[in-house]
């Protein structure tokens, strides 16, 4: 009996090219819940704590920071420090994925962020300890980001290789609509904390009580991590890495073989990882700074956006089955570069229905490269370096995109008084994911099984056939 036949038994296999059997659906459903469930609480936590830097932290861990501009900035620049620890959390974890499997890795990562989310809520403020209070965030939030860093492509990477070719792009998106869940959870629990305390209360100890309720969700999630087994295409993987003593695996291995998808991954994730936080981030300084606009409000348009953007998600991972990864993501590349014209003038209107209008445009704009992310950037790697490869394309750019971006618009709104050099800022961002985009070989449809088959001839290696 081979792996496939003896660990495949009601999973589909990364590669089966028909229809999608009921047995395949039920199997492929049971492993995206575990994905997802996991992809909630990690970035319920992890957008927790954009919100809260948003709204909180700067009062709360950095009184004396000057004007209110100065204090969000000094939050963000912690928040940034989630992102420099993403990268390092993908090396770490895309080794021990590619190694040891996708299922124990995601275990890890869902315990490591929960705790530190936990902890982050029981730090006191800069009025009780000092300059140690923003040290402890620090601390606590780059294990948060270290954590997320191997989060992403094992959660996507455990749907993608169980997936048929035909429809990866629509299954894989599952984890991404995910993201939206989870920060739809976290507005939630804000929205509800702001609304039945008051600002006082909320700025004591309203916000902790966000972050404390996380420990509900990540042992929910762990439970349901337990019970999925690995893609037969991956055992397979590791059985003809185990057998033949040349094969490599990991980060060293996926950066001198395929610097090419590395870059290429990179790329794709520059654009709407810039678009997203502008969203989501600076959006919320805008308007507070701007024009005063209640945070209640604010939430409540965040949480119907939220929920735009989980249904618009797996539609979009549908339309690149059927028209490409190419076209669908150039589409969100190209109106994510128009979305700044149109979403400052609609929130300079103070009208709530515009403003909601606004950021749920741009949400499905974003969606628009997102849900195909997971199919193109698994398509561009071997199995047996995949988790490094696309954990390595996916977050080192954070750095430069996402945890830079609301540090940059807040920058250039203080300069310059106006929305019209961060719209600057994120059409050179489209333009550079364009160009990615331009570059990219169309992958729908692709075969998992003859990726790794032409790695196999390209680097002089043989197929193990393991019998049990």
């Known amino acids: 009996m081979s792996v496939n036949q003896r660990v495949g038994a009601g999973n589909p296999g990364a590669g089966s090219p028909g229809q999608d059997s009921p047995e395949e659906k039920s199997g492929l459903r049971k492993i995206v819940a575990a994905s997802m469930v996991g992809t909630v609480v990690e970035w319920y936590e992890f957008f927790l704590y954009a919100t809260a830097a948003s709204l909180v932290f700067g009062k709360v ?3 004396n920071a000057g004007s209110e501009l100065d204090g969000i900035l000094a939050a963000f620049l912690t928040y940034a420090v989630g992102f420099l620890a993403r990268p390092l959390g993908g090396i770490v974890f895309g080794q021990i994925g590619d190694r040891l499997g996708r ?26 300890i000092g300059y140690w209070a923003p040290a402890l965030l620090i601390a606590l939030r780059f294990i948060q980001g270290f954590a997320v860093g191997g989060e992403w492509g094992g959660a996507v990477l455990l749907v993608a290789e169980h997936s048929p070719n035909k429809s ?13 869940v989870g920060n739809l959870l976290a507005t ?12 006082e209360a909320f700025l004591s100890w309203g916000w902790r009580v966000a972050f404390w309720l996380s420990a509900i969700i990540v042992v929910v999630g762990y439970y349901i991590r337990t019970h999925v087994s690995e893609a037969p295409i991956f055992l397979e993987a590791r059985a003809q890495v185990e057998a033949q003593k040349a094969v490599n695996y990991g980060v060293k291995e996926v950066i001198r073989k395929y610097p090419r998808g590395i ?10 990882n810039i ?11 805008y308007l507070v700074t701007v024009h005063a606009y209640d945070t209640s ?17 797996p539609q979009v991972g549908r339309l690149s089955d059927r028209f490409g990864r190419k076209p669908v993501y150039l589409a969100g590349a190209v109106l994510g570069a128009s979305w700044a014209l149109f979403a400052f003038p609609m929130f300079d209107t103070e009208n709530p229905f515009l403003i909601i209008l606004a950021i749920a445009l741009g949400l499905c704009f974003h969606a628009l490269m997102y849900a195909g992310q997971p199919a193109i950037m698994a398509e561009l790697f ?4 995949r988790y490094s490869g696309v954990s390595l394309g996916y977050q080192v750019t954070s750095i430069l995109a996402g945890s830079m971006a609301p540090i940059i618009a807040v920058a250039l709104l203080k300069a310059y008084g106006s929305w019209v050099p961060v719209a600057i800022y994120l059409a050179i961002a489209c333009a550079i994911t364009v160009v990615a985009v331009l570059t990219l070989k169309e992958t729908r449809g692709s075969s998992l099984r003859e990726i790794d088959a032409e790695d196999a001839r390209k680097h002089g290696l043989e197929p193990v056939k393991v019998d049990s």
């Open 61 to 63: 861990f950095f009184p």
């Open 103 to 128: 299922k124990h890795t995601l275990q890890l990562t869902i315990i490591l962020v929960g705790v530190a989310t936990f902890l982050m809520g029981c730090l006191p403020g800069f009025d009780s």
């Open 168 to 180: 990866r792009g629509f299954w894989s998106s599952w984890p991404q609509a995910a993201v939206p």
């Open 188 to 199: 939630l629990v804000l929205l509800a904390s702001s609304a039945l305390l008051t600002p």
């Open 263 to 272: 870059l290429s991954a990179m790329g794709l994730r520059f654009a709407e």
């Open 275 to 285: 678009l997203y936080y502008i969203i989501v981030s600076f959006s919320i300084v």
């Open 297 to 313: 409000q604010l939430l409540f348009a965040l949480l119907l956006a939220h929920l735009v953007h989980f249904l618009v998600i």
């Open 382 to 385: 071997p199995t047996r370096m």
